[in-house]
């Protein structure tokens, strides 16, 4: 019966995810108006549209859940002129192929003009790079925080490449970020590595390359993260603390104020699933980090909860919020019928 129902969703919420996402972006257009051109379109000539966003999925998962649904979505409206590509480990060219019949969640990204999914392939994406030894030589099997490790090159790899703006899956866009080379201050004289942006083969990048594998410690979670970037970024500018609501600026780099991207900060990233008397508007922000690392609760965006996660998902991300709503209603009435 579970089971049932559960597909049940599965097939609905593609399907609506599919129709509304169309409807809400062109009001005058359907599933024809999409770009014919678009499923023939290879890897090489996705990622050299110019500038790109960049999600990475580096677990095996194939089911992506509602927030990274709505992080890809958000970043496919406001960056409605750039191509916004996920890649995902668990993919190969035979279940791309296949992704409508078994993988829902991704059937309705890939209905979304501007999103192309892709194969994940680090021994592919790491050649031509300091990191390619390295992972060559590497257990992963003994490495503890692989699943975070592998993205932190991933990630390096694909900017420095390709160029482009990376988004962690638990990243939701509210307005474009003007800056071409960037990385995120998570706080004064600290950077993140969940949200950057270069040219490609950017000289900074192809640097973090090779203190990754240079100082690599696999035990210590972050130090080929956010710890790699905040040193390579030490040594090379006089960081200071930030003044009101100034960014600063390192040789062509820009380091972004806190509050572009994490107004609230990881110690109170529950904030983003309370009630508030007043939403705030995040006018000084471009995007904002959900802090989905520290949810071990496994707090999700609850419809009709009035919370901020809810009031954005309205918001920024409204067809997948929708689909949940759709969704909810779906098993409610379907197991409503079952009990009659």
């Known amino acids: 019966m579970l089971k049932a129902i559960q597909?049940?969703?599965?097939?609905?919420?593609?399907?609506?995810?599919?129709?509304?996402y169309e409807l809400s972006i062109e009001p005058g257009c359907f599933f024809d108006c999409k770009p014919s051109s678009k499923k023939f379109l290879t890897l090489k000539e996705?990622?050299?549209?110019?500038?790109?966003?960049?999600?990475?999925?580096?677990?095996?998962?194939?089911?992506?859940?509602?927030?990274?649904?709505?992080?890809?979505?958000?970043?496919?409206?406001?960056?409605?002129?750039?191509?916004?590509?996920?890649?995902?480990?668990?993919?190969?060219?035979?279940?791309?192929?296949?992704?409508?019949?078994?993988?829902?969640?991704?059937?309705?990204?890939?209905?979304?003009?501007?999103?192309?999914?892709?194969?994940?392939?680090m021994d592919i994406l790491f050649q031509d790079t300091p990191l390619l030894p390295w992972y060559l030589q590497i257990n992963?099997?003994?490495?503890?925080?692989w699943?975070?490790?592998?993205?932190?090159?991933?990630?390096?790899?694909?900017?420095?490449?390709?160029?482009?703006?990376y988004m962690d899956t638990d990243v939701i866009s509210i307005r474009p970020i003007p800056a071409a080379n960037f990385l995120a201050a998570q706080s004064s004289q600290f950077s993140s590595n969940g949200?950057?942006?270069?040219?490609?083969?950017?000289?900074?990048?192809?640097?973090?390359?090779?203190?990754?594998?240079?100082?690599?410690?696999?035990?210590?979670?972050?130090?080929?993260?956010p710890y790699l970037m905040t040193r390579m970024l030490k040594g090379l500018c006089n960081l200071t603390d930030f003044k009101n609501l100034e960014d600063q600026r390192c040789?062509?780099?820009?380091?972004?104020?806190?509050h572009r991207f994490y107004p609230i900060p990881y110690s109170k990233w529950k904030k983003y699933y309370e009630v508030w008397d007043s939403i705030p508007d995040f006018n000084d922000s471009y995007a904002l980090h959900l802090w989905n690392?520290?949810?071990?609760?496994?707090?999700?965006?609850?419809?009709?909860?009035?919370?901020?996660?809810e009031h954005l998902y309205k918001t920024y991300c409204p067809t997948t919020y929708w689909s949940l709503i759709q969704a909810a209603e779906g098993s409610k009435e379907m197991s409503l019928n079952q009990t009659s």
């Open 140 to 145: 992963a099997t003994k490495e503890k925080y």
């Open 195 to 225: 949200i950057f942006g270069f040219q490609p083969h950017h000289w900074f990048l192809w640097g973090c390359m090779n203190d990754f594998v240079e100082n690599y410690n696999g035990n210590f979670w972050g130090n080929q993260g």
């Open 251 to 258: 040789h062509n780099i820009s380091f972004l104020h806190p």
């Open 7 to 20: 597909l049940y969703l599965c097939l609905f919420f593609v399907f609506a995810l599919g129709i509304f």
């Open 293 to 309: 690392f520290m949810n071990h609760e496994r707090k999700n965006m609850t419809t009709g909860s009035n919370t901020l996660v």
């Open 147 to 165: 699943i975070y490790i592998s993205s932190d090159a991933s990630r390096l790899a694909m900017v420095w490449k390709y160029g482009g703006i």
């Open 46 to 121: 996705v990622m050299t549209q110019g500038e790109k966003i960049i999600f990475l999925e580096t677990s095996d998962r194939l089911e992506p859940p509602p927030l990274v649904l709505c992080s890809v979505e958000s970043a496919a409206r406001i960056y409605l002129d750039r191509p916004v590509v996920f890649f995902i480990k668990g993919l190969d060219n035979n279940t791309l192929m296949d992704v409508k019949s078994y993988c829902p969640a991704l059937s309705a990204l890939s209905a979304m003009k501007n999103v192309f999914i892709f194969p994940l392939k």
